[in-house]
């Protein structure tokens, strides 16, 4: 079967770009003849194919899959002429408001987006695979038939992070005795970073003076008032110096950031799936994070979880893992079971190849 991936812009080590490589080199393993089709990419190693071409490769027994995480509007007013078969692919989209005051680009793409939603889901895909159960029930209220959607988690790198040798001087840096502790995801303002400077200077003057913060994530230059925010918060907790800002980091020092992490702080306000929690699995780091949006069920049972917004709660919750190692020990194992049993790509390529077997 033929079957094409479709997005607008794909960029090799993000969490859309590399659910899309790692979904293609899945369907590959199992026979499928793969195209990718966007607008623009940056540091794929297989060509990209223009969407103009689409209709005359595909025919009617040969499927699309479309990965929706921001509006395309020319390829969604294609796709309702195909006449193949459709998957939609739903990663979530960030709600407008969070970017009020920071960026109207955003605000403006983000609600664009968002009114899709109800669109594509009554276009009469044949099937939609949901990143998470939030997704999935955003999709069904939008108008989706409950019975056509299904939840798959992304495909991700974590297998590839792990064989990854660390960079030296990171860990040379990091690695020296004082308690690390990790934020992971791009800098926007959804990703709760006031929520988190705040535990963590409640942190350093409750528990441990010395505690340093990594955050490492991709700065947005239509996002610099923010990001400037940002730097003045610290200030104003008197933090700024503790707080390491590391941005577009390579493999290497990724993997370092992880082997020199005591916990993963994710205290993120929305999120569809949240791919850093699976990593800090798959990497024995212990996860204390905030129930918010897709959090939960992606973390499960293998970290500390709170509904609570306290800063206080999660300071003493990251002071329970340092103070106890038995403690910080049997989520590391439970976050590396789960990894194992949902998360493992064999288990994501097997229940890709099971939603799709209705096709073959």
Partial sequence: MKIALLAPSLTAHDA???????????????????????????????????TGGL???????????????????????QLAGLRCRRVLRYHNITPPEFFHGWSREHVRSCAAGRASLATLA????????ACSPYNRDELVAAGLPAERAQVLAPFHRCEALLDQPADSVLLDRYGDGRPNILMLG??????????????????RRDYAADA????????????????RHLRDLCAALDISEHVHFLDNIDDARLKACWLVADALLMLSEHEGFCVPLVEAMALGVPTVARARCAIPHTLGRAGLLWQESDPRLYAA????????????????????????????PAVLEARLAAALAAFA
């Avoid at 040969?62 to 395309?72: A, P, R, T």
Wanted: net charge positive.
């Fill in 317 to 344: 919750s990251l002071e329970r893992l340092r103070r106890d190692p038995a403690a910080a020990d049997l989520l590391r194992l439970a976050g590396r079971t789960r990894y194992r049993e949902e998360f493992a």
């Fill in 16 to 50: 859309v770009g590399t659910d899309v490589i790692e979904m293609a080199a899945a369907l590959r393993r199992a026979g499928h003849a793969v195209r990718l089709y966007a607008d623009h990419s940056q540091g794929l190693s297989e060509g990209i194919h223009a």
């Fill in 212 to 227: 340093r913060l990594l955050v490492v994530g991709k700065h947005d230059r239509r996002l610099a008032r923010y990001s």
């Fill in 186 to 203: 791009r800098i926007a303002p959804n990703k709760g970073h006031a929520a988190l400077f705040e535990a963590f200077a409640c942190y």
């Fill in 55 to 77: 209709d005359a490769w595909l025919g009617a027994q040969d499927l699309v899959i479309y990965h929706y995480s921001i509006g395309w509007p020319r390829i969604e007013a």
């Fill in 122 to 129: 009554t276009l009469g895909f044949d099937l939609a695979l």
